[in-house]
């Protein structure tokens, strides 16, 4: 008698009531391999904080796209696999906020006289604190902490007792507030909008 070369993975049924939007079965899941993925992002990402964000936003995908999992062999690769992906994407991100921070400092200070002619009027100014203004209460403390005193997003978030991704999801918001007044009502980009704050922030604290 031939043995079969084939394994069948142990989640297997698992699996079959994940993808069928089982709800039990999505809890039994996160017990078993939650600690699992937060050990495995955390050797990445080295901010437990973070990483507990991470973890939950993993779950979540893969609560979101279960339909798939009719299609997967091994649950316990497809998860890690998911993990690893949206754990780069996530260092990507950070990545290129660091890299556009840096070009954004290096015009201002190439650029500086250009800035204080284009940005010095009063009416200006009175403007970008309406645009401001429009933003949650919330919303807007923090981006005053972050763009405006500097802070980084785990000094924000240490101060206000919340989570860095919730810090990020803020930031994200004001950014496409800002972004979209820039465009349409100044016709300039986002980017020397933000000079602009940073003036702000130099010489009118």
């Known amino acids: 008698m031939e043995k079969r070369s084939e394994t069948i993975d142990p989640d297997f049924e698992l699996c079959v009531r994940l993808a069928d939007g089982d ?9 078993k391999y939650n600690h699992k993925v937060y050990g495995f992002i ?30 997967v062999r091994s649950l316990r690769a497809y998860i890690f696999t998911i993990a690893r992906n949206h754990t780069l994407n996530t260092l990507k991100k950070m990545a290129s906020i660091e890299v556009a921070q840096s070009h954004l400092l290096t015009f201002f200070d190439s650029n500086r006289e250009i800035v204080l002619d284009d940005f010095i009027s009063q009416e200006y100014m009175e403007l970008l604190e309406i645009v401001l203004a429009r933003l949650p209460d919330r919303t807007r403390e923090i981006f005053r902490m972050c763009r405006q005193e500097g802070k980084s997003y785990d000094e924000a978030a240490a101060a206000l007792g919340i989570s860095r991704n919730a810090i990020k999801n803020h930031m994200v918001f004001s950014m496409k507030v800002l972004s979209d007044f820039a465009e349409k009502d100044l016709h300039i980009t986002l980017s020397l909008l933000l000079v602009a704050l940073y003036y702000m922030a130099l010489f009118h604290p």
């Open 23 to 31: 709800h039990a079965s999505f809890s039994e899941m996160y017990s």
């Open 42 to 71: 955390l050797k990445y990402i080295h901010s437990p904080e973070l990483t507990k964000d991470l973890t939950q936003e993993v779950f979540i995908k893969i609560w979101e796209n279960r339909a798939q999992l009719h299609e």
